[in-house]
Each structure stands twice: as structure tokens, then as C-alpha cells.
């Protein structure tokens, strides 16, 4: 069982939906939560940090973490072509600094 | 944030010849870290580059064939040695400014090897 689970779609929406992108993980250890975004032929880039349980909302972008669970979430209000995307989730531990990523989830917001 | 510049953004390379990667942060961070990110794939870390002393590795990579620089601590350099058509892949540089906190990453450099 690999440490970060994700559904590597694609999932496919129409524009102005509500996307919801999921992660679950095994190392209950893991407090640090981020979200990354990568377009084709891209680095990633941080779209979300999260410390710990919780809620954390940044514009469209909202990300809820539920440690009791093992699940973490991202959710995109309003979803745009320009959405389209690769999203990676990725955690970490205090003792490790070290990344452990899940697969990625291809996402296309159709016009 | 920091940004990150990595060079050569791409590369074509023949088999058995090395290429050296650079990754450049605009400010001063703690922890630079390299990836290899395959077709389609997820990230797979390949080793941290410490400032000052060797690098560390992960499970499956070896300094003979990955040699890692960090001569201060902006900048790093990844060689791909020996190359063989396995070894096309994205590579990425990655920096924190502190432990556990946000990683970010440069765009990437995509290497084929023929």
C-alpha cells in the first residue's frame, strides 16, 4: 500500500462546476498538507499549505484536512478552463522533511 | 515565495554523456532538494543537497550516477551520468526556506536520452 493514495482521473467537468479533489494516507504521523497544481510541460506550484487539521480557504481554492480520517481535500468554487491541470497532494511529518506526493489527479474543466 | 530557475530548461542527449543541471533560488533557503518526475508519473525524490557536505540519497539513487553540488545556498547543480534512455525523464529542483514548510519548485528540466 503506498503511503499517499490518489485518483488519478481524469476527471472531467463542465466550466462554473464545483470540483472536488481527494487524497488519503496511511502515515498518521503526517501534519504538513499541501496542495500542488502542474500544468503540462510545468513545475508544480503551491496552491494550498495546511498546518494540522482543519479548513483553510484562499479565493476559489478551499482545502480541508481530517487527520481522525486519514483525508484531505481540495475544492475548486467555480471551476475554469484555465483549471485544467494536474493537481499532486503532498505531505510530510515533523520528523521528515522530506515530501511524500501522491500520484496526481488530471483535471479538465471543459468551456 | 522564492523562484526558482533551473537551466537547461530541456535537453537532447546521447547515451554514455553526462549533463549538469543548475537550479538557481533568488533567496537564501535551507533545504534544496532534487526530483525525477517520469512520463505521467508522480514525483520521486532523488536526494537533498546539503550546503557544505555530500548529499543525501534516497533508496535507488547513487551519487556516482546522480553527483549533487550545493556550493551556498542558492544554488545546486544535478549531473545525469552515463546516461542511458532510462534516464529521460523531468527533473526538478525544489527549496524550503525552513523545514516543513512550503516546498517550491523550479519548471523543470525534460531530458531525453537517445
Known amino acids: 500500500q503506498k503511503e499517499v493514495e490518489q485518483d488519478p482521473g481524469p476527471l472531467s467537468v463542465p466550466e462554473g462546476a464545483i470540483v472536488s479533489l481527494n487524497c488519503t494516507y496511511s502515515?498518521?504521523?503526517?501534519?504538513?498538507f499541501m496542495w500542488y497544481r502542474q500544468y503540462s510541460r510545468k513545475g508544480p506550484e503551491l496552491l494550498m499549505y495546511?498546518?494540522?487539521?482543519g479548513n483553510k480557504e484562499d479565493g476559489r481554492f478551499t482545502a480541508q484536512v481530517d487527520k481522525s480520517s486519514k483525508y484531505i481535500s481540495l475544492f475548486i468554487r467555480d471551476s475554469q478552463p484555465s483549471d485544467s491541470a494536474t493537481y499532486l497532494c503532498?505531505?510530510?511529518?515533523?520528523?521528515?522533511?522530506?515530501?511524500?506526493f501522491g500520484s496526481g489527479t488530471r483535471l479538465l474543466v471543459r468551456p | 515565495s522564492a523562484v526558482i530557475s533551473q537551466k537547461p530548461s530541456r535537453d537532447i542527449c546521447q547515451r554514455g554523456t553526462s549533463l549538469t543541471i543548475q537550479c538557481q533560488v533568488d533567496?537564501?533557503?535551507?533545504?534544496m532538494f532534487w526530483y525525477r518526475q517520469q512520463p505521467g508519473q508522480s514525483l520521486t525524490l532523488i536526494a537533498t543537497?546539503?550546503?557544505?557536505?555530500?548529499?543525501?540519497?534516497e533508496s535507488g539513487f547513487v551519487i556516482d550516477k546522480f553527483p549533487i553540488s550545493r556550493p551556498n545556498l542558492t544554488f545546486s547543480t544535478l549531473t545525469v551520468s552515463n546516461m542511458s534512455p532510462e534516464d529521460s525523464s523531468i527533473y526538478l529542483c525544489?527549496?524550503?526556506?525552513?523545514?516543513?514548510?512550503?516546498?517550491?519548485f523550479g519548471q523543470g528540466t525534460r531530458l531525453t536520452v537517445v
Open positions: 525544489s527549496a524550503e526556506a525552513q523545514g516543513n514548510t512550503e516546498a517550491f
Open positions: 502515515n498518521s504521523a503526517f501534519q504538513y
Open positions: 495546511t498546518y494540522s487539521s
Open positions: 503532498a505531505m510530510s511529518s515533523d520528523s521528515s522533511y522530506k515530501l511524500i
Open positions: 533567496s537564501q533557503v535551507t533545504m
Open positions: 543537497a546539503n550546503q557544505g557536505s555530500e548529499a543525501t540519497y
